[in-house]
């Protein structure tokens, strides 16, 4: 079956610091990984995309490993804002063809002041 | 923005009631999706659209009806539903189907309350 695993659920850090979000997968075939950043009330918008060949990438302040051979990836937040507070979800892509998408449940992040 | 909008943004409707949810995009894609987003729980896949075609209904109740009149344009009409189909129900589009680097783009969505 196929599954995306995230953790934690939820994180609270303070303004400035680094976090670091997992996500653990089992799908095939795997196509790409994603991560993508929900606010509140809005829809995803896309972070990071990762073929299987690729083990980082970064965007800004944010930094998204892939391990192909352990099926596990992270983001990582450099000195976080409050404007990261969010829910972070990664996201796999299986198959050839037709573009399926496998989601997690998600990591909420609270940067407080 | 993403290039995808969503109406309304907010609905309230009865279980007796007839609605329709809009979802118009601006990025001339090819492949538009209709997914739920329940508390706590993954993106759930309800409709894939190309070029007006249905390619994928994941088993979703007939009180949710899906349109797809031209490329640019998504629909999805509901009715008699339940209140366990309260949620937010999110819009995308992408280039075309095949997996690779293709993104998709989301809407705002819609969050719908069923009373």
């Known amino acids: 079956k196929n599954q995306v695993e995230q953790s934690p659920q939820s994180l609270i850090i303070l303004e400035g610091k680094n976090c670091t979000l997992q996500?653990?997968?089992?799908?095939?075939?795997?196509?790409?990984l994603r991560w993508y950043k929900q606010d509140t009330g809005r829809g995803p918008v896309s972070l990071t995309i990762m073929t299987f060949s690729e083990n980082t990438k970064s965007n800004g302040r944010y930094t998204a490993t892939l391990d192909a051979d352990t099926k596990q990836s992270s983001l990582h937040i450099t000195a976080s804002q409050l404007s990261d507070s969010a829910s972070y979800i990664c996201v796999v892509s299986v198959g050839t063809g037709f573009q399926k998408l496998v989601f997690g449940t998600g990591t909420r992040l609270l940067v407080s002041p | 923005e993403t290039g995808v909008t969503q109406t309304p943004r907010h609905l309230v409707m009865g279980m007796t009631n007839k609605k329709s949810l809009k979802c118009e995009q601006h990025?001339?894609?090819?492949?538009m999706y209709w997914y739920k987003q329940s508390a706590k729980k993954p993106l759930e896949l309800m409709f894939v659209?190309?070029?007006?075609?249905?390619?994928e209904n994941n088993s979703v109740p007939s009180r949710f009806s899906p349109e797809c009149p031209n490329s640019s344009h998504l629909f999805l009409h509901l009715h008699t539903l339940q209140p366990e189909d309260s949620a937010l129900y999110l819009c995308a589009s992408s280039q075309d189907l095949k997996t690779g680097s293709y993104e998709q783009y989301f809407g705002p969505g819609t969050r719908l309350t069923v009373t």
């Open positions: 996500c653990n997968y089992t799908v095939s075939p795997f196509s790409n």
């Open positions: 990025l001339g894609h090819n492949a």
């Open positions: 659209y190309s070029l007006e075609e249905r390619v």
